[in-house]
């Protein structure tokens, strides 16, 4: 069933594309192609421009693509289900597991697999991306909530604007940090050297990443940090880190030469998620169990005991403090 959204202008001379990105939590680009698509109408009329100026009182109307019956590519793994209910999905995302198709990725993604089990899927985001609110990079693992229907899309991408959706990260890392915390805020954009990385570049988009020390290896050369992401940009946390000369263990493209070389996955893994439900109202917060590798990892080369109190969520979410918003 396609689903429609009314709005009413209320600011006189604003961009199409700005009114509705505001209204709906959405890109300007992800407007752009709702625009592409004739789904978008002023006063009954399509329009094709996205910097089309609006008056007040002007009825803008959007009507929301079907998802396609595209058939999912074969699928030969699964993905642990964490929560699941009519508005949202979250599960715990496998390393080296693709979030959404693209031309350069052949193999199976997380969209194919929720295509293959007949979940119900949001289509803001066009095709290729149904349900998909945020992504996780290729190799890292852990906790994502997938949108099963339009009304949860919007809310939980206004969460991840107004940053009241949070995500913790744990990585291992060497060298060790100096700083207790370390709050890096530079704008990341595509790297000039090398188009596979991104990097610090002041025509870069904003991003800001808070890093905190939780506990060191028995040999005191790795460090396994907490990481709080304010914004979600292409491989923010790693670029950050490169930036003050630490990457993490099996990182291949940011990362050094030696230990990272010996590792079959990044040991970086998004551990908490948090944000308020779309239809009950209430925070809701779930945890991402470590796989195998990451937790043999972990048990070889910290103390056991220490690192499961460190990682206790109440612990975790105690570390970071809301002046670094």
Same mark, same amino acid.
């Given at each position: 069933?396609?689903?429609?959204?009314?709005? !009413?202008?209320?600011?006189?001379?604003?961009?199409?594309?700005?009114?509705?990105?505001?209204?709906?939590?959405?890109?300007?680009?992800?407007?752009?192609?709702?625009?592409?698509? #004739? %789904?978008?109408? *002023?006063?009954?009329?399509?329009?094709?421009?996205?910097?089309?100026?609006?008056?007040?009182?002007?009825?803008?109307? /959007?009507?929301?693509?079907?998802?396609?019956?595209?058939?999912?590519?074969?699928?030969?793994?699964?993905?642990?289900?964490?929560?699941?209910?009519?508005?949202?999905?979250?599960?715990?995302?496998?390393? =080296?597991? @693709? /979030?959404?198709?693209?031309?350069?990725?052949?193999?199976?993604?997380?969209?194919?697999?929720?295509?293959?089990?007949?979940?119900?899927?949001? !289509?803001?985001?066009?095709?290729?991306?149904?349900? *998909?609110?945020?992504?996780?990079?290729?190799?890292?693992?852990?906790?994502?909530?997938?949108?099963? #229907?339009?009304?949860?899309?919007?809310?939980?991408?206004?969460?991840?604007?107004?940053?009241?959706?949070?995500?913790?990260?744990?990585?291992? *890392?060497?060298?060790?940090?100096?700083?207790?915390?370390?709050?890096?805020?530079?704008?990341?954009? $595509?790297?000039?050297?090398?188009?596979?990385?991104?990097?610090?570049?002041?025509?870069?988009?904003? %991003?800001?990443?808070?890093?905190?020390?939780?506990?060191?290896?028995?040999?005191? @050369?790795?460090?396994?940090?907490?990481?709080?992401? &304010?914004?979600?940009? @292409?491989?923010?946390? $790693? /670029?950050?880190?490169?930036?003050?000369? $630490?990457?993490?263990?099996?990182?291949?493209? &940011?990362?050094?030469?030696?230990?990272?070389?010996?590792?079959?996955?990044?040991?970086?893994?998004? &551990?908490?998620? &948090?944000?308020?439900?779309?239809?009950?109202?209430?925070?809701?917060?779930?945890?991402?169990?470590?796989?195998?590798?990451?937790?043999?990892?972990?048990?070889?080369?910290?103390?056991?005991?220490?690192?499961?109190?460190?990682?206790?969520?109440?612990?975790?979410?105690?570390?970071?403090?809301?002046? =670094?918003?």
């Amino acid at each position: 069933m396609r689903h429609e959204e009314l709005f !009413t202008v209320d600011e006189e001379a604003v961009r199409l594309d700005v009114f509705l990105s505001g209204q709906l939590g959405q890109t300007r680009n992800q407007i752009s192609q709702l625009i592409e698509q #004739n %789904a978008v109408t *002023i006063d009954g009329r399509a329009t094709a421009k996205a910097g089309q100026k609006l008056k007040i009182g002007q009825s803008v109307a /959007v009507v929301f693509p079907e998802a396609k019956s595209t058939p999912p590519q074969a699928i030969d793994f699964d993905v642990e289900i964490l929560f699941e209910d009519d508005d949202v999905l979250v599960i715990n995302k496998p390393s =080296s597991l @693709t /979030v959404h198709p693209a031309p350069s990725v052949k193999e199976p993604t997380l969209v194919d697999w929720l295509k293959h089990k007949g979940i119900s899927l949001s !289509t803001l985001s066009g095709e290729e991306r149904h349900g *998909i609110v945020h992504r996780l990079d290729r190799g890292t693992s852990g906790v994502m909530v997938v949108a099963k #229907n339009n009304r949860a899309h919007e809310a939980l991408s206004l969460q991840l604007q107004d940053k009241s959706m949070g995500r913790f990260y744990l990585a291992v *890392i060497t060298p060790p940090l100096k700083e207790q915390v370390t709050i890096i805020d530079r704008p990341i954009g $595509r790297s000039s050297h090398n188009r596979l990385k991104m990097a610090i570049t002041e025509q870069g988009k904003n %991003a800001k990443t808070e890093f905190r020390k939780l506990l060191l290896s028995h040999d005191e @050369t790795l460090e396994l940090i907490a990481c709080k992401l &304010y914004t979600g940009r @292409t491989h923010q946390i $790693r /670029v950050h880190l490169e930036s003050i000369s $630490r990457h993490i263990i099996g990182d291949h493209l &940011y990362g050094s030469h030696g230990k990272s070389e010996r590792m079959e996955r990044i040991l970086l893994h998004a &551990y908490n998620l &948090y944000f308020t439900h779309p239809s009950s109202g209430k925070t809701v917060s779930f945890i991402a169990p470590l796989d195998p590798v990451m937790d043999d990892y972990l048990q070889k080369h910290f103390d056991t005991k220490e690192l499961h109190a460190l990682i206790d969520p109440n612990t975790l979410e105690h570390h970071f403090s809301t002046e =670094s918003f």
